[in-house]
């Protein structure tokens, strides 16, 4: 029971804070016509914490992350698809306001933009090896698998959740109305996560 407690709290810790995956199951799930047409991104981003989590936990993140190239070629492309996800999300602000008048992200684009912003982000990688990797340390056996489900566990939950809350208030008349500033305000913070991933990784 421990182990499960512990796993959900330092896993919450690290999933609730506002960052660019939250924004874009969110967004996902306010912009696509119907809640099925958001599961993609619902389930890759789900597998992708599920896949650091486990790396975590088995320590193989730790051995990765000691190769410095590895670190620089995921800050290469995290800030380019970040870059690219903010312009593309600017020029769906720009065509109105209206959430409607948007193009709605495909399951292909879907997929591959929840792979970068959950697997090409340095500093969230660090933080999970960091967290869940290290807390993981003090548990074997059966409680290291509770404790690993427990953090999987409220991975899958809170982004099921962040998608349902978006679809939800997307369909709302007065959020369609503010849709294209939401979008803009998105595509801003897109771009200032880019640069603080620069910052972060390279001063």
């Known amino acids: 029971m421990q182990a499960f407690l512990h796993g959900m709290i330092l896993a919450m810790g690290l999933i609730l804070p506002l960052g660019v995956q939250n924004l874009f199951v969110f967004t996902q799930g306010a912009t696509q016509l119907t809640f099925l047409r958001a599961l993609p991104v619902v389930i890759t981003a789900s597998l992708c914490d599920t896949l650091l989590i486990v790396l ?103 982004f099921f959740f962040l998608a349902v809350i978006g679809w939800t208030v997307g369909k709302r008349k007065s959020f369609i109305q503010l849709f294209g500033y939401i979008n803009k305000v998105s595509a801003i913070f897109m771009w200032l996560s880019a640069v603080y991933m620069m910052y972060y990784n390279v001063l």
Request: proline fraction near 1%; hydrophobic fraction near 55%.
């Open 56 to 158: 975590a936990v088995q320590g193989v993140s730790l051995f990765i992350a000691s190769f410095a190239w590895i670190k620089i070629l995921l800050l290469m492309i995290g800030v380019g698809f970040l870059a690219y996800m903010g312009w593309l999300t600017w020029n769906s602000a720009m065509a109105g306001n209206d959430a409607g008048t948007g193009k709605e992200l495909g399951v292909k684009q879907q997929i591959v933009f929840a792979v970068t912003v959950s697997l090409l982000n340095p500093h969230a990688v660090l933080d999970t090896i960091g967290v869940i990797g290290t807390s993981a340390i003090h548990y074997a056996g059966n409680e290291k698998i509770v404790f690993t489900m427990a953090c999987i566990l409220v991975s899958w939950c809170w």
